[in-house]
Nanobody, 127 residues
Framework: VQLQASGGGLVQAGGSLRLSCASV??????????VGWFRQAPGKEREFVAA????????YYADSVKGRFTISRDNAKNTVYLQMNSLKPEDTAVYYC???????????????????WGQGTQVTVSS
């Protein structure tokens, strides 16, 4: 599945953004796919942010974003969202979405578990 991430931008601390991750090939849907969001700041390793199972029944978050970010999915639109509220300067990074066909209700939180990656979208939070 080919992914496209969008929705990044520049926002002040305390603000909100909503990222979208879409399957760009019309013949491939997100049904059966686990999806995750990761981020990478300059000079740092890519880190896990949030994940959602194929059914949407389970979600999992990094401690650093818990209570501020919400991951959700709309399988009819082949899109997964990451709603980011109360943004902090330390949230500044390139955000990537990733997917793997995995019709099991267990969230995947490791980069090595995912087989498809989007191109990334820049999120910059100013203080």
């Amino acid at each position: 599945v080919q992914l496209q991430a969008s929705g990044g931008g520049l926002v002040q601390a305390g603000g909100s953004l909503r990222l979208s991750c879409a399957s760009v090939a019309s013949e491939r849907s997100f049904r059966g796919y686990a999806v995750g969001w990761f981020r990478q700041a300059p000079g740092k390793e890519r880190e896990f942010v949030a994940a959602i199972t194929w059914s949407g029944s389970s979600t999992y978050y990094a401690d650093s974003v818990k209570g501020r970010f919400t991951i959700s999915r709309d399988n009819a639109k082949n899109t997964v969202y990451l709603q980011m509220n109360s943004l902090k300067p330390e949230d500044t990074a390139v955000y990537y979405c990733a997917a793997k066909y995995y019709p099991v209700d267990t969230a995947l939180i490791s980069t090595s578990r995912y087989s498809s990656w989007g191109q990334g979208t820049q999120v910059t939070v100013s203080s």
